[in-house]
């Protein structure tokens, strides 16, 4: 194991360090020196990337806001339920009516998964603007 | 199969079909172009003649777990589709062969290749095709009310009528065999049910007339590709498709395909159809292209696990998160309005 020298200066490669250098590595190597489907693929790598990137810093948030819902909506859950496929069989059996509480919790976890999976999704802007200033 | 295999199975198999038809005898510059989750699409020179192969890559067998039709026809019931548009003035490639699994190319066939622009970033917003958009989307409703007017008993078997009922059925069975992983694709699914319109009578749709499978040029539509999705439905499912905020590319304030607006959807289809499909049933459809796009991309997910397809297809399960933030979004707006 690698650890920092007495200098301070940082020998160690954190995993979000070594994603940005993979991703690095594809945009500026890999893609310019591919073509077609290749080249075509590096980029969707690269974005690939950015998603664990993205979701390693958010799903704290969204494993406190799943737990949080699981109390309210699913009280006979035990630990590390699956909580969207719960919440999921009690809508198709028609046991959860989702009142304007259970939307919100919905909106606001949207927010958070298309955050990871694509924050540039047009519609996101106005949902975000939509909901968020309803919390306000 | 790598290009250079395809290359002399086709030098093989399209000197007859091409015979009198394409001048050449050989195939040239074999290039896969980017895009299409299910089938691949190559471009090739037949002696000076650019055309368009379309092929499926995998066995139909490796996907028959999954029910209903969500990965689209056969090419070969594709191709008999885009035949008969040909015969209704739809803007179509003209088909020279067609293959079926058991041929050595694979599952396939040959088009003609029509000039224009496909990729949305190239024409949605560039200046050079600003008459272009002004009047697609009044030819966009003109085109599919030729296509909802193809006599459906020329149809392939697999070109069913089907009812809201089924479709409600399959959607719930796919969301159970994918997990049932999406509160929100549930949701929308019991809002769907909840709305439902009443049962219309069934044409021929599209099923997947959006911007991306389309061809445009200086005047307008061109062509309309990739008919893998065609099956029956109410009229106003394509009219909504091709509004689904996905399709729009962005351009959220262009209601239809992020180019145009919906009166000149409508009127374009009365232009033809002599009625005119009402809003509210088209902005129905528009919460359901949302739950099927979701659908579409959690099928990738179960594709790429079975070992079929790239980073790409595996990537396209995540854009599910897209169709999940739409249905909300639209949902709240039909309650608000």
């Not at chain 2, 509210?280 to 919460?287: L, N, P, S």
Request: proline share 5%.
């Amino acid at each position: 194991m690698t650890q920092d020298n007495d200098n301070g200066t940082p020998t160690d490669v954190s995993s979000l360090e070594l994603l940005g250098a993979v991703k690095s590595f594809l945009m500026e190597s890999a893609v310019p020196a591919l073509s077609g489907r290749d080249q075509f693929n590096a980029r969707v790598a690269a974005n690939v990337l950015g998603i664990i990137e993205r979701e390693q810093s958010i799903n704290e948030d969204l494993f406190a806001l799943d737990s949080k819902a699981a109390q309210q909506w699913l009280p006979d859950a035990e630990p590390g339920a699956n909580i969207p496929q719960r919440l999921s069989r009690a809508l198709a059996q028609r046991q959860l009516e989702p009142d304007t509480d259970f939307l919100d919790y919905l909106k606001a976890r949207q927010l958070l998964v298309t955050a990871i999976n694509n924050p540039r999704y047009a519609s996101r802007a106005i949902a975000e603007k939509k909901w968020r200033t309803r919390d306000t | 199969m790598s290009p250079e295999q395809l290359t002399e199975q086709l030098n093989a198999a399209l000197r007859k079909p091409l015979a009198g038809k394409v001048p050449g005898d050989r195939v040239d510059q074999l290039t896969r172009l980017s895009g299409g989750a299910v089938n691949e699409t190559w471009r090739l020179k037949w002696g000076d003649t650019p055309l368009i192969l379309r092929r499926r890559p995998f066995s139909a067998d490796s996907v028959d777990n999954l029910e209903g039709n969500i990965l689209g026809l056969s090419l070969k019931d594709e191709a008999a589709v885009i035949q008969l548009a040909t015969a209704a003035a739809v803007p179509v490639p003209e088909i020279y062969a067609v293959f079926d699994a058991a041929h050595p190319v694979g599952e396939a066939f040959l088009m003609d290749f029509i000039p224009g622009e496909s990729i949305p970033q190239r024409w949605l917003t560039d200046v050079n095709f600003e008459a272009a958009r002004d009047r697609l989307a009044f030819e966009c409703g003109q085109a599919l009310a030729r296509i909802h007017a193809i006599d459906s008993s020329q149809l392939p078997d697999t070109v069913a009528p089907t009812t809201l009922e089924k479709r409600f059925r399959v959607a719930q069975q796919r969301l159970h065999t994918f997990g049932d992983s999406s509160p929100v694709m549930q949701l929308g699914l019991n809002w769907l049910i909840d709305h439902a319109p009443k049962e219309a009578p069934c044409v021929l749709l599209h099923g997947d007339f959006r911007t991306g499978n389309l061809l445009i040029d200086d005047n307008g539509l061109a062509g309309v590709l990739d008919w893998e999705l065609a099956h029956q439905g109410p009229a106003e499912e394509d009219l909504g498709y091709l509004c689904a905020h996905v399709w729009r590319f962005g351009q959220l304030d262009k209601p239809v395909g992020g180019f145009g607006h919906y009166e000149d959807l409508i009127a374009g289809y009365e232009s033809i159809a002599g009625w005119a499909p009402a809003l509210t049933t088209v902005r129905y459809w528009e919460i359901f292209a949302a739950l099927s796009w979701g659908l579409v991309c959690q099928t990738m997910g179960a594709l790429w696990h079975s070992g079929n397809g790239d980073v790409e297809r595996a990537a396209i399960v995540r854009r599910r998160s897209e169709a999940e933030l739409d249905m909300l979004l639209l949902m709240e707006a039909w309650e608000d309005s």
